[in-house]
T-cell receptor
Framework: EAQVTQNPRYLITVTGKKLTVTCSQNMNHEYMSWYRQDPGLGLRQIYY???????DKGDVPEGYKVSRKEKRNFPLILESPSPNQTSLYFCASSLALVETDTQYFGPGTRLTVL | AQSVTQLDSHVSVSEGTPVLLRCNYS??????LFWYVQHPNKGLQLLLK??????LVKGINGFEAEFKKSETSFHLTKPSAHMSDAAEYFC????????????FGSGTRLSIRP
């Protein structure tokens, strides 16, 4: 089944404790991205990657890191989480960086930083 | 710069009555436009998309949207609401000539009354 998977689905952590949220897709998509969803703000893009070893900042990159060492994986790293990073996070992928491409979303990771 | 405005944060309709979710956009280019749906505790799923072909776009589950360039609108409609339509709906503009390549609206929560 074609899908985007994320782990963990739920995470509660404390300020400053490094964490990684994994994202994997099995559709051989080139383009992957991370979003955060906050009430009343819709989804905002954190980082995106057009292909292996190619990443770029989205609209809200501060406090986040990403890497793209393999085509299928695109982990999101919070080196020193803070409470304002409490949010619902979505990973997405699409075939390429083309305007008309549909994005496929993972199920989401709900992160709480205390 | 591109932007998306969903004019209603919450819409409530009775089962069997029409649904109208409004979306206006601004873009300096000819964008692609999407509607995604998010059911509770789920990821986002594509409903339909406009990619400069027919201006009336049909999607899944009986939804459709009409691209009106003169009004810069892309409203989502359905003739008869079903209880299973209760969800959050996001209008998205995709313009890869822009620095912010993909912009999400803030979302409209659709409630269905029995």
């Amino acid at each position: 089944e074609a899908q985007v998977t994320q782990n963990p689905r739920y995470l509660i952590t404390v300020t400053g404790k490094k964490l990684t949220v994994t994202c994997s897709q099995n559709m051989n998509h080139e383009y992957m991205s991370w979003y955060r969803q906050d009430p009343g703000l819709g989804l905002r893009q954190i980082y995106y990657s057009m292909n292996v070893e190619v990443t770029d900042k989205g609209d809200v990159p501060e406090g986040y890191k990403v890497s793209r060492k393999e085509k299928r994986n695109f982990p999101l790293i919070l080196e020193s989480p803070s409470p304002n990073q409490t949010s619902l996070y979505f990973c997405a992928s699409s075939l390429a960086l083309v305007e008309t491409d549909t994005q496929y979303f993972g199920p989401g990771t709900r992160l709480t930083v205390l | 710069a591109q932007s998306v405005t969903q004019l209603d944060s919450h819409v409530s309709v009775s089962e069997g009555t029409p649904v109208l979710l409004r979306c206006n956009y601004s873009s300096s280019y000819s964008p692609s436009l999407f509607w995604y749906v998010q059911h509770p505790n789920k990821g986002l799923q594509l409903l339909l998309k406009y990619t400069s072909a027919a201006t009336l776009v049909k999607g899944i589950n009986g939804f459709e949207a009409e691209f009106k360039k003169s009004e810069t609108s892309f409203h989502l409609t359905k003739p008869s609401a079903h209880m299973s339509d209760a969800a959050e709906y996001f209008c998205v503009v995709s313009d890869y000539s822009s620095a912010s390549k993909i912009i999400f609206g803030s979302g409209t929560r659709l409630s269905i009354r029995p």
